[in-house]
């Protein structure tokens, strides 16, 4: 495999035990090590617990052999076909199949203790969740059906690459702020920083309108109306996916799909606003993807058909019509990712300089 790929590997996600219990202090330490998903739709938070789980896993492959040797030499094309995880558990160390046990019984732990603090947005056992211990016969060992459910899909490796590029710039963005206040020669200046940063996000907050869940009804007939300019009182879904099929395949891919975000993106990342975080923008583009990917491509095959389209909508499947909570103002790492994160930038200082060097964290407070 082509060293991009490696590079993919290079997780900066803490692999800590999950807390017991649900009390408040209990709480809190989840929250620390696994973020928190309180004001994130359902089906964010599953797309958010599975991502979190992935990476976890793949911190631990990544020091295994069998596995870096698949990485390192199997092409695109082969990664696609499946080759990377057929029959990989076999291959792979003892120490590794018992670590991949313990991350594992970690996250069954960290799920029921969801359960007990009545979130049960992972309860039910649909295609989405499949990948959850909850569901598995087998709730305390990894295996086979595990790395299968994980790493099937080779597009949700390149999302959580994307994912961890992009945790990476929110965390540098956290580090020049406090760095900024740190270095703040007076009270008042300090001051100063703090209030600019709460008047953008006021703003932000004002400006706003409503976000709707990709291709919902509410969506689909404001990109109709809004974005194509035709009669709301003629809406009509065949003509509507027609309008954006723009090669006539038959088909939406993802630029073709990404066409019908547009005008909920710049509700929440206007272009021409100068606080509008371009790198934020595209990522939340990509999140829309993803959870239309994850809900109506029941192929695994990257793109919508219009079959797949009015399949799901007859099925009610995404009835719920619950509004898109945008990244804008959230937290997309822990105080212990941006640990790790910091360490990771003085550890490549060291390389740089040839010196080490000990990192101090600003205060956040």
């Not at 990544?62 to 040797?69: C, G, H």
């Not at 003892?94 to 603090?117: C, P, S």
């Amino acid at each position: 495999m082509k060293l991009s790929f490696v590079c993919f590997l290079l997780l900066c996600f803490c692999s800590q035990s999950s807390p017991r219990g649900v009390d408040r202090t209990a709480k809190e330490a989840q929250d620390k090590i696994y973020g928190n998903i309180e004001n994130m739709t359902p089906k964010q938070a599953q797309d958010r617990e599975f991502f979190r789980y992935l990476l976890r896993v793949i911190k631990v492959l990544d020091q295994d052999k069998a596995w870096k040797d698949r990485t390192e030499t199997l092409s695109n094309g082969e990664i696609l076909d499946g080759k990377l995880t057929i029959g990989l558990y076999e291959e792979l160390s003892a120490g590794t199949k018992e670590r991949l046990d313990d991350v594992k019984k970690q996250e069954l732990e960290f799920q029921e203790n969801l359960i007990a603090d009545q979130k049960t947005h992972m309860v039910e056992k649909i295609l989405r969740n499949e990948w959850n211990p909850l569901h598995h016969e087998h709730k305390d060992s990894f295996n086979q059906k595990d790395i299968d459910l994980l790493l099937g899909r080779y597009q949700d490796l390149v999302d959580a690459k994307r994912r961890e590029k992009f945790q990476k710039h929110e965390m540098e963005k956290e580090l020049k702020h406090r760095e900024e206040l740190k270095n703040a020669k007076t009270e008042e200046e300090r001051k100063e920083l703090e209030e600019k940063e709460k008047e953008k996000e006021s703003k932000h907050k004002k400006q706003q309108e409503t976000m709707h869940e990709p291709v919902d009804d509410a969506q689909l007939k404001e990109v109709w109306e809004k974005s194509d300019g035709l009669d709301p009182d003629y809406f009509d879904l065949k003509t509507l996916f027609k309008l954006h099929d723009k090669n006539n395949d038959g088909f939406l891919d993802k630029w073709e799909l990404e066409t019908l975000f547009l005008n909920d993106i710049e509700k929440a990342y206007p272009e021409d606003d100068p606080d509008t975080d371009i790198m934020e923008r595209d990522e939340e583009m990509e999140r829309m993807r993803e959870y239309a990917m994850n809900n109506i491509d029941k192929n695994g095959d990257g793109q919508l058909s219009l079959e797949e389209v009015v399949q799901v909508k007859a099925s009610g499947e995404m009835d719920d019509e619950e509004e898109w909570h945008p990244l804008y103002g959230s937290r997309e790492f822990t105080e212990d990712d941006l640990t790790a994160y910091q360490d990771e930038i003085a550890k490549e200082k060291i390389v740089e300089d040839g010196a080490p060097k000990s990192p101090v964290l600003p205060n956040s407070s």
